[in-house]
């Protein structure tokens, strides 16, 4: 993008092309004047690792009309609140309006419109971001997640084609379940990795021991099923399901 048509950048903000060329960034790295952030963002190394600043650059990556009406929320959420881990690979966000998903530039974009009320979300530095309640439920509901949009709660597809077998040998005894390649120890809820599951698991964990008054069981279980309210296809979830949804919070998020 030329220097005259980039947005404007924050304080400490630096991108190749604005007033420095990448290779001049890499050595101002290197020497360690600045840091990596975001895409092809760097940040005085003088300013904080906080969430204001990585709240901020997941906004400055964002296209200018999409700047204005979005909400971060999901994997990008979580990491402004958080920090840990590596930094998205696509900015998520919630918004009312419809954009189109950006194919160029250092980071793509993935827009979600979805209901979200003012109780959940809160600025940071002016910026809208979606509160650790919020962002925990849309981890937990696939809401603002990269790899795969199916909720935790998914039944496992291996699981399913396990039990379609059985009942296929079980009707003529000279067929035997052949072995799934796909069932190893990657598999998870249906389209979903376990490993993408477990990172999604381990960002509510950290989420609510970054905030245990906000992040309680039952509040966070009300966050889930008034979102799946929300949604006419899940309305009315079965007692049942909601009963798996709070067993699976209490043994991988409240068990310690």
């Known amino acids: 993008m030329p220097t005259s048509l980039a947005p404007s950048l924050p304080p400490g903000f630096y991108r190749p092309g604005s007033r420095f060329s990448a290779a001049e960034l890499q050595v101002m790295d290197h020497e360690g004047a600045v840091r990596p952030l975001l895409g092809d963002l760097y940040i005085c190394s003088a300013l ?118 059985a009942a296929q040998s079980a009707a003529d005894p000279a067929i035997v379940p052949a072995a799934d390649p796909a069932a190893g120890p990657e598999a998870g809820p249906a389209g979903l990795s376990r490993d993408s599951s477990a990172q999604r698991w381990a960002a509510i964990r950290r989420l609510r021991l970054a905030n245990p008054e906000q992040l309680q069981l039952k509040a966070l279980l009300r966050q889930i099923t008034a979102q799946l309210e929300r949604r006419p296809r899940e309305a009315g979830a079965t007692n049942r399901r909601l009963d798996r949804i709070e067993a699976l919070l209490s043994t991988r998020v409240f068990h310690g």
């Open 48 to 165: 904080p690792d906080a969430p204001g600043p990585r709240a901020l650059a997941c906004q400055t990556l964002l296209g200018a009309g999409l700047r204005a009406h979005a909400v971060l929320c999901g994997e990008s959420a979580a990491w402004v609140h958080l920090g840990a881990g590596n930094a998205p690979t696509r900015i998520t966000v919630i918004t009312a309006g419809v954009y189109r998903r950006r194919t160029a530039g250092p980071l793509p974009w993935q827009v979600h419109q979805v209901p979200l009320g003012a109780e959940e979300q809160s600025e940071l530095q002016g910026v809208p971001v979606t509160t650790p309640l919020r962002t925990a439920a849309d981890l937990f509901l696939g809401i603002g997640t990269v790899e795969s949009r199916r909720a935790l709660d998914a039944p496992r597809a291996t699981a399913a084609r396990t039990a379609g077998a």
